[in-house]
């Protein structure tokens, strides 16, 4: 398993509340704990233990993952761990806006997660009144991603 690939888990890791997580790719997995090591498997080649450091502390002004979700409105869920982004690509458009109209089925950002790009769709038709989490930012399992009215 390459390296680059452990890394990136572990900066996910310290970015999020996850404790643990296990990864297979064909015959090599690797288990990172936040109080433990990464321990690979037989098959794997032998890897130094890594530790995960505490989760940062946070800072004085709120980031919109860490504000409350509004009151009122659908909520749209993250469906995996991973990272957000509002665009196809760094140059491209943000799929949606706040005040934006969208349809059940329109594409509102993309979840990279293991190197795989996830398209999340709205599951409601109504405006974006809320965009709850930074371009570029890592999200948990079932954070709240987006409002729609």
Do not use: W
């Amino acid at each position: 398993m390459d390296i680059r690939k452990v890394k990136k888990l572990i900066e996910m890791m310290e970015e999020s509340d996850i404790q643990e997580i296990e990864i297979k790719e064909g015959e090599e997995s690797v288990r990172i704990s936040r109080g433990g090591a990464v321990i690979p498997s037989l098959s794997a080649p032998a890897a130094a233990p890594v530790s995960a450091a505490p989760a940062p502390a946070p800072s004085a002004a709120p980031s919109p993952a860490s504000s409350p979700v509004p009151v009122g409105g659908n909520v749209i869920f993250a469906p995996m761990v991973g990272t957000f982004y509002r665009a196809a690509s760094p140059g491209s458009p943000p799929y949606v806006n706040v005040g934006d109209h969208v349809k059940a089925g329109d594409t509102l950002c993309i979840i990279e997660s293991m190197k795989m790009m996830n398209e999340i769709k709205s599951e409601f038709t109504g405006q974006v009144e809320a965009i709850l989490v930074n371009n570029e930012e890592a999200v948990e399992f079932d954070q709240p991603l987006f409002t729609i009215s």
